[in-house]
């Protein structure tokens, strides 16, 4: 049942980071452009150089806020690792069964049966 119940999550997870690809491009590319604007204008001299890298920085803001709900992607992708991780996981702890007086072997026996 665990590994249904991760299945179902990770096709809406997929489905999820599939719908938002788009966006989360443009949302990097948009601040990948910022970036450059910024380091643009700090190297401008002059006051109308500053200006229009002001006016284009605010173009290209207004493009990455317009798709910030590309997060949304991202914390499905996230999720998606975390399911993958998870699939992983085993969880079937097998336990033998030796009665021994070795206190090692009681320890390990006993720790094992506390974190079922």
Do not use: H
Request: hydrophobic share 55%.
């Amino acid at each position: 049942m665990r590994k249904f119940m991760l299945f179902v999550g990770g096709l809406v997870a997929l489905i999820i980071l599939l719908a938002n690809l788009g966006p989360m491009v443009i949302l990097g590319l948009s601040l990948w452009l910022l970036y450059i604007i910024f380091k643009k204008f700090v190297r401008s001299d002059s006051t109308v150089g500053k200006i229009g890298w002001i006016i284009l920085g605010l173009i290209v803001a207004s493009i990455a806020f317009s798709n910030i709900y590309a997060v949304i992607g991202v914390a499905a992708a996230y999720a998606l690792y975390l399911i993958w991780k998870n699939w992983k996981k085993d969880d079937d702890i097998v336990v033998s069964d030796m009665k021994d007086d070795d206190p090692f072997t009681n320890f390990e026996r006993q720790w094992a049966e506390l974190n079922k």
